[in-house]
Nanobody, 117 residues
Framework: QVHLVESGGGLVQPGGSLRLSCAAS????????MSWYRQALGKERELVAT????????SYADSVKGRFTISRDNAKNTVYLQMNSLKPEDTAVYYC??????????WGQGAQVTVSS
């Protein structure tokens, strides 16, 4: 059974940093692309960043480009999202995501990130 468990969320002041982690199990992690999404209150869920199976290719939403970095450690079955220069508009629940080879979507439970002074 696929499990994605996020950690590392919390409250941070504008300009601060946080690192989210997503521990994966129940599938061949090293064969799967991984993504981070976020959903702010009253808004639709949006794609934040994606990383390829090997980590050699990444992509970002324009709103986080240059501030956020997605990475992975295939030995630890973990994907990370390093968030720097955080802004109040980054406040959201952040979700880890993968799609199986059969086309099923898998989501973590979410991690709340709040950027406020």
């Amino acid at each position: 059974q696929v499990h994605l468990v996020e950690s590392g969320g919390g409250l941070v002041q504008p300009g601060g940093s946080l690192r989210l982690s997503c521990a994966a199990s129940g599938f061949t992690f090293s064969s799967s692309g991984m993504s981070w999404y976020r959903q702010a209150l009253g808004k639709e869920r949006e794609l934040v960043a994606t990383i390829s199976r090997t980590g050699g290719s990444t992509s970002y939403a324009d709103s986080v480009k240059g501030r956020f970095t997605i990475s992975r450690d295939n030995a630890k079955n973990t994907v990370y999202l390093q968030m720097n220069s955080l802004k109040p508009e980054d406040t959201a629940v952040y979700y880890c995501y993968t799609k199986s080879w059969r086309g099923y979507d898998y989501w973590g439970q979410g991690a709340q990130v709040t950027v406020s002074s």
